[in-house]
């Protein structure tokens, strides 16, 4: 079984690029973070998120899964500063998050793109809403740096509806690297492309964040995902969501330097363990379809 947070049990070990790529360090922490919702035509609260207690460590990749409206979004979204924990605390480097920081970028599933904009000026609206002036050469300069890492030179001067969907989200993963955030986070950004855009998305991803040493929170509904770009996997229960079981992936990076990555035995036992979690999710508290 693999390593489970809160269970015990001794990780195998596996190498790592090299000792300072570790993590090191808790940049993110929840202590006990519950998000609810007003309904006042109902006049009911609906509680998204419950109990919500887990630390994020400097340069890692925690990835989120769960069923449908379990509060996944919420999470990030709280972290962001875009939703206000009614209950508990989230913290970015010991301070509690009030509202949105510059140290924060999101990336969003539908690419969230000025259809009047060209990339580059999709790319420098970020920095114009970034506080203090970036200085004009540095901003051409951070823009040519992030179209060469996301793989998209020659195309600043297109606009958004010449662009394939992969293309698009590269854009829209640019926009949230050239204001150098140190918290990437991301909700599905894959979940629009078709799979074989998604596998080399993935693996572009992987090779970005190892270049920036970003800390990362990604949500994704595909096990498969979680396991090919996490170094935790977090399960969230059905709403109100809560923490079901936070999983270490015992799996070597880079991941895609290994053509049969899936067929290893550690992901295919991760993959069984979170299956059978949210398997249980899927069925509902009654053993019906949720």
């Not at 962001?80 to 509690?96: I, S």
């Not at 920095?127 to 540095?138: D, F, I, L, T």
């Not at 509806?161 to 918290?183: D, F, N, W, Y």
């Not at 990604?218 to 090919?228: G, K, R, V």
């Amino acid at each position: 079984m693999p390593n489970v947070q809160g269970l015990p049990g001794t990780p195998v070990p596996h190498p790592t690029p090299t000792e300072t790529d570790a993590p090191s360090g808790d940049l993110i922490e929840a202590v006990g973070a519950t998000a609810a919702y007003e309904n006042r035509r109902a006049r009911i609260r609906l509680i998204a998120l419950r109990d919500i207690t887990l630390s994020v460590r400097k340069g890692e990749f925690l990835a989120i899964v769960g069923p449908s409206g379990c509060g996944k979004t919420t999470f990030i979204n709280m972290i962001a500063g875009f939703v206000k924990p009614v209950g508990g605390t989230v913290k970015v480097r010991g301070q509690e998050v009030t509202g949105p920081g510059a140290d924060r970028a999101m990336v969003f599933q539908n690419y969230a793109l000025l259809p009047w904009r060209t990339v580059e000026a999709n790319i420098a609206f970020a920095m114009e809403n970034k506080r203090g002036q970036v200085p004009k050469a540095e901003r051409a300069e951070r823009i040519a740096e992030v179209l060469q890492l996301v793989g998209l030179k020659g195309f600043e001067k297109s606009y958004p509806h010449e662009l394939s969907g992969g293309m698009q989200q590269r854009v829209g993963i640019a926009r949230a690297l050239v204001t150098k955030p140190e918290i990437l986070l991301m909700d599905e950004p894959f979940g629009a492309v078709d799979a074989m855009t998604r596998e080399a998305m993935q693996a572009e991803l992987e090779s970005i964040i190892m270049e920036t040493k970003q800390t990362v929170v990604f949500i994704t509904h595909s096990i498969d995902e979680a396991i090919t770009l996490g170094d935790r996997v977090v399960v969230v229960s059905n709403r109100p969501g809560t923490i079901r079981e936070v999983v270490d992936v015992e799996l070597p990076r880079p991941r895609f330097a290994h053509q049969d990555l899936k067929s290893h035995p550690r992901f295919q036992e991760t993959r069984r363990h979170l299956w059978a979690l949210l398997s249980d999710e899927a069925l509902g508290a009654k053993g019906e379809p949720a």
